[in-house]
């Protein structure tokens, strides 16, 4: 992995790293894949398991549809965000704004989740799996952006001799 000089200790730079690369990549894919097929059954192929399904769970279906939705969007936002840091368009502070962050996913309801059809399910819990993982990739930016305590030690016995 490259490295760059910070001061008097060697940092080493894991965005540039071929395996982070490829994780986004794969994150990425199987986002839009995922996406595509909620799609496609939520709009098309489900309808009739929906229209066959008593009102309020039909309710409860169009609902957790809508949350499978926000959590891929917002997985796919958050990814692109990498992606641009990775290539060079955006800053990796301007990526720890908040406003870029992945944030909370809409939580299902597990008993709503059992009326529902075995693809709907599934597609809920594959999105809620994708959430998160992703959602550790992001809460590890933190700890990555964060100051090592070991580093900072470093630093302190080093301007003391």
Known sequence: MPAYATGDRMTIRRRESPIHTRLLDTLYTEAMLLADEARGYFDEDGRAERDAL???VRVGFSCESLKVTTRLMHVIAWLLTQRAVDAGEMRERDALDPARRL??????DADLLQALPPRARSLVAASADL?????LLDAAQDMMAA???VH?????????F
């Open 54 to 56: 008593d009102p309020l």
């Open 152 to 160: 900072g030690l470093h630093d302190r016995l080093a301007q003391a």
């Open 147 to 149: 100051p090592s305590p």
């Open 103 to 108: 944030g909370h996913a809409p939580q299902f």
């Open 131 to 135: 959430h998160r993982r992703v959602g």
